[in-house]
């Protein structure tokens, strides 16, 4: 096999797996019409049609589907191999994905990752944002963060954050003008600002418990919104009350900007964790990343 055919079996693997020509090239660094005619010359090539392209989309035909098949675990093989030469190296080197919420990306994963990368050079680091729990595989990420109880059971999960807890909170001129809550059957009388999941679409129920009884509460108001940071505003405008994870609200609460109620109601959880399959084989650089991230009490 010439050395170009192998490059145009690696475009049309990343095409296969973004299901985009924007998306494959901008991971490729190269143009969309360049890797457009890559995959057309490899179809000549094999006398196979690889690929059905219509205006909004790109998914591989039968032919195509064996093809990716058979490359993805060679091609895995070939990066696992390389990362192997990596660790030879009298530094650490190699590149990291990781997908993570905005909140775990800028309180934990950019701070420790930062100090990294200033003492490894050669490490580099993709931190990809995304609301929407995302397939760390099927997206060829390294790794992804999730609350520890999201965790699928064939992951390894490694702790990075303390145990968190939701948190029911509003601003003070709103907590004036509606009072406070003392049980969550009271929210019904209240505005509640409902946040829209990004992965499903559905409205979060917000979670109670007390005394060993979970409670879930089905909440109405003005404003419903699927970013946490635009909710948070809401609540400081006082448009009513919010419930987030409280690495969003408490430091609004410290400072007074914001009051939390229900505090009795709302127990601690498993906080953030890195996690990754089972069967990754870990180089030196993503050791490392690990250890950086990993919560230390």
């Not at 390294?142 to 699928?152: K, P, T, Y």
Request: hydrophobic content about 45%; proline content about 6%; aromatic content about 6%.
């Amino acid at each position: 096999m010439q050395r170009e055919e192998l490059g145009d079996l690696a475009a049309f693997l990343a095409v296969c797996e973004e299901r985009s020509f924007t998306r494959a090239a901008a991971r490729l660094g190269t143009s969309q019409s360049a890797l457009s005619h890559t995959v057309k010359r490899l179809e000549a090539r094999l006398d196979l049609r690889l690929l059905a392209r219509t205006t909004r989309n790109v998914a591989p035909t039968e032919a195509g589907e064996r093809l990716a098949a058979t490359l993805r675990p060679a091609f895995d093989e070939i990066e696992a191999r390389l990362d192997d030469l990596s660790a030879m190296r009298a530094r650490p080197a190699g590149s990291i994905r990781i997908t993570a919420n905005r909140s775990a990306a800028r309180t934990i994963l950019y701070p420790k990752l930062a100090r990294l990368m200033a003492e490894h050079p050669d490490i580099r680091v993709e931190i990809s944002v995304d609301q929407a729990f995302v397939d760390i595989v099927e997206q060829r990420f390294d790794a992804g963060v999730r609350l520890g109880e999201s965790v699928a059971r064939d992951m390894i999960a490694v702790r990075i954050g303390p145990d968190m807890r939701m948190m029911v909170a509003g601003a003070p001129v709103y907590l004036a003008r509606a009072g406070r809550p003392r049980t969550p059957h009271e929210l019904t009388a209240h505005a509640c600002l409902n946040l829209r999941l990004p992965t499903l679409g559905g409205l979060y129920a917000w979670e109670f418990e007390k005394d060993g009884r979970p409670l879930n509460v089905r909440v109405e108001g003005g404003f419903t919104c699927n970013d946490p940071d635009l909710i948070v505003a809401a609540a400081l405008d006082g448009l009513g009350l919010c419930c987030l994870p409280d690495d969003h609200l408490a430091p609004l609460v410290a400072d007074g900007r914001l009051e939390a109620v229900l505090g009795d109601w709302c127990p601690a959880f498993p906080g953030y964790h890195l996690y990754y399959p089972s069967h990754r084989q870990s180089s030196r650089a993503f050791s490392l990343v690990v250890e950086a991230l990993r919560w230390r009490e």
